[in-house]
C-alpha cells in the first residue's frame, strides 16, 4: 500500500521500538509488529498488529495479569455470586459480547480481562480460587494439616478446602480431572486404587503434595473406606450423588468415621494399598514432574 503520508513508497513491515507515557513516565515497547513507511518513517497498524500492541502495552502498564479463560470466568462468576446480567453490566459491556467469552466462542479482550481481574483481587475468596501464586501459596501453608495423625487424602482435601473456601470448580479446573473423580476421592466413596492413578496424582500435585504424603493419606483414606464399608447403612446410600443433603450426609458420615479411625492407634502393618497401585503412582508423579 503507498504511504498515505508522502507518497513517495509502499509500506514496509517493520518492527519497531514504541514509546508511550504511563502516569508521566516514558516507558518503551519494544518489538512492536507494524508497516512503516522506509521513506519518511511513517507507521500504520493492521488491525491484529493493534491488538497486540494494545496487549503489550496494557502488560507493561499493569504486569501480567493471566487471560481468563472461559471456565475461570464462569468460575468468579459463580464465585461472585453474579447473573449474566450482573456481570456484563458490571463490566459495562453487551450481555451477548459477555456469553461469548464464557462460551468460549471469543477470547476476551485484554483491557476486559484487566478489569475483571480487578474484580477479582478485590473478593479474597475469588482470590483463593482464581489467581494460582495465591493459592498454591495458601495451599502450602495448610501442608501443616499433615501433622495430624492419620488423616486420609479425602479429610485433608476437606480440611484445605473449607479453610480456603476453595470452589470445586477450581480443583476441576486446575487439576484437569472430572467432578465425579474429585468427588469420589473427597469422601471416599471408592477404594483409593479404584481411582485412575493420574487423576489421584493431578489432585495431590494441586494440594502440593509430595508423593510421599499422597502415599501416607492414601492409606489413611484406605482404611477409612474399609471401615465404611463394614457400616452397612452407608451401603444403602443412593448412588445419586447430586443432591447436596446427600452429599452433606455423606461428608458427614466420612467425618464421624475419620475421627474415630483418627483416635484408633497405628495404622498398623496392614497396608491397604497394592505395591503396583504405588508404583503406578510413582510413575505419574515422575512424568508429571518432568513435564512441568
Ligand atoms: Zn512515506
Known amino acids: 500500500m503507498l504511504c498515505s503520508n508522502c507518497f513517495e513508497s509502499e509500506y514496509h513491515n517493520a518492527h519497531i521500538s514504541q514509546e508511550i507515557v504511563v502516569n508521566g513516565a516514558k516507558l518503551i515497547i519494544p518489538d512492536v509488529e507494524c508497516n512503516q513507511c522506509p521513506n519518511c518513517r511513517d507507521i500504520i497498524l493492521t488491525h491484529s498488529q493493534s491488538l497486540e500492541f494494545d496487549r503489550k502495552r496494557i502488560l507493561l502498564e499493569f504486569g501480567e495479569k493471566e487471560l481468563l479463560t472461559s471456565q475461570k470466568l464462569k468460575l468468579v462468576r459463580s464465585i461472585l455470586g453474579l447473573t449474566l446480567e450482573d456481570m456484563s453490566e458490571l463490566l459495562h459491556i453487551g450481555k451477548n459480547t459477555y456469553g461469548r467469552w464464557e462460551r468460549d466462542e471469543s477470547p476476551i479482550t485484554y483491557s476486559m480481562n484487566l478489569l475483571v481481574h480487578n474484580l477479582i483481587d478485590r473478593y479474597p475468596i475469588a482470590k483463593n480460587n482464581l489467581i494460582t501464586s495465591v493459592r498454591d501459596k495458601l495451599l502450602r501453608e495448610c501442608l501443616v494439616y499433615l501433622d495430624e495423625k492419620n488423616i486420609s487424602l479425602g479429610h485433608y482435601m476437606h480440611k484445605t478446602i473449607d479453610k480456603l473456601h476453595l470452589h470445586l470448580d477450581t480443583i476441576v479446573?486446575?487439576?484437569?480431572?472430572?467432578?465425579?473423580?474429585?468427588k469420589k476421592?473427597?469422601?471416599?466413596?471408592?477404594?483409593?486404587?479404584?481411582?485412575d492413578p493420574l487423576?489421584?496424582?493431578?489432585?495431590?500435585?494441586?494440594f502440593q503434595l509430595s508423593f510421599e504424603n499422597l502415599v501416607e493419606l492414601l492409606k489413611a483414606s484406605a482404611h477409612v473406606f474399609r471401615m465404611s464399608s463394614e457400616i452397612s447403612f452407608?451401603?444403602?446410600?443412593?448412588?445419586?450423588?447430586?443432591?447436596e443433603m446427600l452429599e452433606r450426609q455423606q461428608k458427614n458420615i466420612s467425618e464421624v468415621l475419620e475421627k474415630a479411625f483418627m483416635n484408633e492407634a497405628d495404622l498398623g502393618a496392614a497396608n491397604l494399598i497394592s505395591e503396583q497401585y504405588l508404583a503406578r503412582l510413582k510413575k505419574c508423579f515422575a512424568d508429571l514432574e518432568e513435564s512441568a
Do not use: G, M, N, W
Open 185 to 195: 476421592i473427597l469422601f471416599i466413596q471408592v477404594k483409593p486404587e479404584v481411582c
Open 234 to 243: 452407608v451401603h444403602t446410600r443412593k448412588s445419586d450423588y447430586s443432591s
Open 199 to 206: 487423576a489421584t496424582v493431578k489432585i495431590a500435585k494441586f
Open 173 to 182: 479446573i486446575a487439576a484437569s480431572t472430572d467432578i465425579d473423580t474429585l
